[in-house]
Protein backbone atom coordinates (compact mmCIF):
# COMPACT_ATOMS: atom_id res chain seq x y z
CA UNK A 1 0.00 0.00 0.00
CA UNK A 2 1.25 3.50 -0.93
CA UNK A 3 1.40 5.31 2.31
CA UNK A 4 2.83 8.76 3.18
CA UNK A 5 3.27 9.88 7.36
CA UNK A 6 3.84 13.43 8.27
CA UNK A 7 4.39 14.27 12.25
CA UNK A 8 3.89 15.52 14.22
CA UNK A 9 0.66 16.81 12.73
CA UNK A 10 0.02 20.02 14.60
CA UNK A 11 3.54 22.22 15.83
CA UNK A 12 3.39 25.15 18.55
CA UNK A 13 6.94 26.67 18.30
CA UNK A 14 8.27 29.62 19.71
CA UNK A 15 10.15 32.62 17.67
CA UNK A 16 13.92 31.63 17.43
CA UNK A 17 13.55 28.11 17.73
CA UNK A 18 14.65 25.36 15.46
CA UNK A 19 12.26 22.36 14.81
CA UNK A 20 12.08 19.18 12.13
CA UNK A 21 9.12 18.07 10.52
CA UNK A 22 9.32 14.12 9.42
CA UNK A 23 7.62 12.51 5.93
CA UNK A 24 7.86 8.74 5.95
CA UNK A 25 6.82 6.57 2.76
CA UNK A 26 6.05 3.04 2.48
CA UNK A 27 7.78 1.99 -0.42
CA UNK A 28 10.40 3.05 -3.57
CA UNK A 29 10.33 6.52 -4.03
CA UNK A 30 13.37 8.84 -4.90
CA UNK A 31 10.81 12.05 -5.64
CA UNK A 32 9.89 13.99 -2.97
CA UNK A 33 7.72 17.31 -2.92
CA UNK A 34 6.97 19.92 -0.04
CA UNK A 35 4.37 22.09 0.00
CA UNK A 36 3.24 24.75 2.10
CA UNK A 37 -0.41 26.16 2.41
CA UNK A 38 -1.52 29.33 3.88
CA UNK A 39 -4.58 29.34 5.49
CA UNK A 40 -7.67 30.03 3.41
CA UNK A 41 -5.05 29.51 0.46
CA UNK A 42 -4.07 26.69 -2.26
CA UNK A 43 -0.86 24.73 -2.24
CA UNK A 44 2.57 26.46 -3.25
CA UNK A 45 5.65 24.04 -4.21
CA UNK A 46 8.56 24.62 -1.91
CA UNK A 47 10.95 21.88 -2.61
CA UNK A 48 11.92 19.01 -5.01
CA UNK A 49 13.67 16.31 -3.87
CA UNK A 50 15.22 13.89 -6.73
CA UNK A 51 17.59 11.67 -5.69
CA UNK A 52 19.37 9.94 -1.89
CA UNK A 53 21.20 12.26 -0.08
CA UNK A 54 19.45 15.59 -1.75
CA UNK A 55 18.92 18.59 0.61
CA UNK A 56 17.50 22.53 -0.53
CA UNK A 57 17.37 24.93 1.22
CA UNK A 58 15.24 28.12 1.19
CA UNK A 59 15.72 31.05 4.30
CA UNK A 60 14.88 29.34 7.11
CA UNK A 61 13.41 25.99 5.86
CA UNK A 62 15.49 23.53 4.53
CA UNK A 63 14.43 19.76 3.48
CA UNK A 64 16.32 16.62 2.84
CA UNK A 65 15.73 13.15 1.57
CA UNK A 66 16.86 9.61 2.85
CA UNK A 67 15.54 7.28 0.13
CA UNK A 68 17.24 4.60 2.07
CA UNK A 69 14.82 5.04 5.26
CA UNK A 70 12.32 6.38 3.33
CA UNK A 71 12.37 9.62 4.61
CA UNK A 72 12.56 12.94 4.35
CA UNK A 73 12.39 16.44 6.70
CA UNK A 74 11.91 19.47 6.76
CA UNK A 75 14.21 21.51 8.97
CA UNK A 76 13.40 25.17 10.34
CA UNK A 77 15.53 27.25 11.68
CA UNK A 78 14.90 30.42 14.12
CA UNK A 79 11.23 30.45 13.20
CA UNK A 80 9.39 33.63 12.78
CA UNK A 81 6.05 34.07 12.22
CA UNK A 82 5.98 34.20 8.73
CA UNK A 83 6.80 30.49 8.75
CA UNK A 84 2.94 29.77 9.86
CA UNK A 85 1.16 27.27 7.64
CA UNK A 86 0.07 24.09 6.86
CA UNK A 87 3.47 22.05 5.19
CA UNK A 88 2.43 19.14 2.82
CA UNK A 89 4.90 16.41 1.92
CA UNK A 90 3.93 14.30 -1.40
CA UNK A 91 5.82 11.33 -2.60
CA UNK A 92 5.75 9.96 -6.07
CA UNK A 93 5.84 6.22 -5.92
CA UNK A 94 7.09 3.91 -9.46
CA UNK A 95 6.42 3.83 -11.75
CA UNK A 96 6.42 7.37 -12.21
CA UNK A 97 4.57 7.90 -15.40
CA UNK A 98 1.91 6.15 -13.92
CA UNK A 99 0.48 8.83 -11.47
CA UNK A 100 1.17 7.37 -8.35
CA UNK A 101 1.81 10.39 -5.79
CA UNK A 102 0.61 10.65 -2.57
CA UNK A 103 0.27 13.42 0.13
CA UNK A 104 0.92 13.39 3.86
CA UNK A 105 -1.91 14.87 5.98
CA UNK A 106 -0.28 17.93 6.80
CA UNK A 107 1.99 19.73 9.68
CA UNK A 108 0.21 22.56 10.82
CA UNK A 109 2.94 24.94 12.45
CA UNK A 110 1.94 28.13 14.42
CA UNK A 111 4.81 30.32 15.54
CA UNK A 112 3.96 32.13 18.13
CA UNK A 113 6.36 35.43 19.96
CA UNK B 1 0.44 34.46 -15.68
CA UNK B 2 0.46 30.89 -15.61
CA UNK B 3 -2.02 29.54 -13.13
CA UNK B 4 -4.62 27.47 -12.65
CA UNK B 5 -8.05 28.72 -12.01
CA UNK B 6 -11.22 27.26 -10.44
CA UNK B 7 -15.39 28.67 -10.56
CA UNK B 8 -16.94 29.24 -8.25
CA UNK B 9 -14.51 29.47 -5.38
CA UNK B 10 -17.30 29.02 -2.63
CA UNK B 11 -19.97 27.32 -2.99
CA UNK B 12 -23.17 26.56 -0.82
CA UNK B 13 -25.93 23.95 -2.57
CA UNK B 14 -28.24 21.35 -1.19
CA UNK B 15 -28.34 17.65 -1.51
CA UNK B 16 -29.37 16.25 -4.85
CA UNK B 17 -28.90 19.19 -6.89
CA UNK B 18 -26.21 18.76 -9.56
CA UNK B 19 -23.17 20.81 -9.97
CA UNK B 20 -19.79 21.72 -11.67
CA UNK B 21 -17.10 23.06 -10.51
CA UNK B 22 -14.53 24.18 -13.46
CA UNK B 23 -11.08 24.44 -13.58
CA UNK B 24 -9.22 25.45 -16.47
CA UNK B 25 -4.78 25.96 -17.00
CA UNK B 26 -3.19 28.04 -19.03
CA UNK B 27 0.32 26.58 -19.43
CA UNK B 28 -0.48 23.66 -21.90
CA UNK B 29 -0.12 21.01 -18.99
CA UNK B 30 -1.04 17.38 -20.04
CA UNK B 31 -1.65 16.09 -16.57
CA UNK B 32 -4.77 17.33 -14.80
CA UNK B 33 -5.86 16.21 -11.37
CA UNK B 34 -8.76 16.82 -8.55
CA UNK B 35 -8.12 16.62 -5.25
CA UNK B 36 -10.15 17.40 -1.91
CA UNK B 37 -8.98 18.16 1.51
CA UNK B 38 -10.37 17.28 4.73
CA UNK B 39 -9.12 17.68 8.73
CA UNK B 40 -6.27 15.42 9.28
CA UNK B 41 -6.58 13.28 5.85
CA UNK B 42 -4.47 15.63 3.50
CA UNK B 43 -5.89 15.87 0.31
CA UNK B 44 -6.84 12.75 -1.29
CA UNK B 45 -7.14 12.08 -5.32
CA UNK B 46 -10.47 12.25 -7.17
CA UNK B 47 -10.05 11.93 -10.71
CA UNK B 48 -6.98 12.75 -12.80
CA UNK B 49 -6.21 12.91 -16.43
CA UNK B 50 -3.29 12.08 -18.33
CA UNK B 51 -4.25 14.07 -21.94
CA UNK B 52 -7.19 14.85 -23.48
CA UNK B 53 -10.18 11.94 -23.36
CA UNK B 54 -8.12 10.20 -20.97
CA UNK B 55 -9.25 10.21 -17.10
CA UNK B 56 -9.34 7.50 -14.55
CA UNK B 57 -10.00 7.63 -10.85
CA UNK B 58 -8.03 8.38 -8.26
CA UNK B 59 -8.64 7.04 -4.50
CA UNK B 60 -12.34 8.38 -3.92
CA UNK B 61 -14.08 8.37 -7.03
CA UNK B 62 -17.41 7.83 -5.79
CA UNK B 63 -20.36 10.62 -6.72
CA UNK B 64 -17.98 12.19 -8.62
CA UNK B 65 -17.14 12.69 -12.29
CA UNK B 66 -15.21 14.48 -14.50
CA UNK B 67 -14.67 15.08 -18.64
CA UNK B 68 -11.43 16.01 -20.30
CA UNK B 69 -12.93 17.02 -24.17
CA UNK B 70 -9.85 19.80 -24.12
CA UNK B 71 -6.53 19.98 -22.79
CA UNK B 72 -6.88 23.35 -20.41
CA UNK B 73 -10.05 22.38 -18.89
CA UNK B 74 -10.78 19.37 -16.38
CA UNK B 75 -14.28 20.60 -14.85
CA UNK B 76 -15.61 17.96 -11.75
CA UNK B 77 -19.19 17.07 -11.52
CA UNK B 78 -21.43 16.04 -8.87
CA UNK B 79 -24.61 14.83 -10.00
CA UNK B 80 -26.01 14.97 -6.74
CA UNK B 81 -24.14 15.94 -4.25
CA UNK B 82 -24.40 14.96 -0.58
CA UNK B 83 -23.43 16.39 2.55
CA UNK B 84 -20.10 14.30 2.90
CA UNK B 85 -18.97 15.98 -0.22
CA UNK B 86 -19.01 18.92 1.89
CA UNK B 87 -14.67 19.85 1.00
CA UNK B 88 -12.22 22.16 -0.11
CA UNK B 89 -11.81 21.04 -3.36
CA UNK B 90 -7.95 21.51 -5.43
CA UNK B 91 -7.53 21.40 -8.96
CA UNK B 92 -4.01 20.84 -10.29
CA UNK B 93 -1.94 20.72 -12.94
CA UNK B 94 1.77 19.86 -14.31
CA UNK B 95 3.53 19.45 -17.31
CA UNK B 96 3.92 15.83 -17.75
CA UNK B 97 2.90 13.11 -15.90
CA UNK B 98 6.06 11.59 -14.55
CA UNK B 99 8.50 14.43 -15.85
CA UNK B 100 10.74 14.27 -12.68
CA UNK B 101 10.95 17.70 -10.79
CA UNK B 102 8.41 19.32 -12.24
CA UNK B 103 5.90 19.87 -9.03
CA UNK B 104 2.06 20.23 -9.66
CA UNK B 105 0.50 23.65 -9.80
CA UNK B 106 -2.59 24.12 -7.58
CA UNK B 107 -5.97 26.18 -8.13
CA UNK B 108 -7.21 28.47 -5.62
CA UNK B 109 -9.88 25.95 -4.33
CA UNK B 110 -13.51 25.45 -3.73
CA UNK B 111 -15.06 25.29 -0.71
CA UNK B 112 -18.12 23.10 -1.12
CA UNK B 113 -20.83 22.90 1.24
CA UNK B 114 -23.96 20.62 0.94
CA UNK B 115 -26.38 20.69 2.94
Known amino acids: ELKVEQNPLFLSMQEGKNYTIYCNYS?????LYWYRQDPGKSLESLFVLLSNGAVKQEGRLMASLDTKARLSTLHITAAVHDLSATYFCAVEFHPYNNNDMRFGAGTRLTVKP | EAQVTQNPRYLITVTGKKLTVTCSQNMNHEYMSWYRQDPGLGLRQIYYSMNVEVTDKGDVPEGYKVSRKEKRNFPLILESPSPNQTSLYFCASSLHPGLAGVPMVFGPGTRLTVL
Open chain 1, 27 to 31: TTSDR
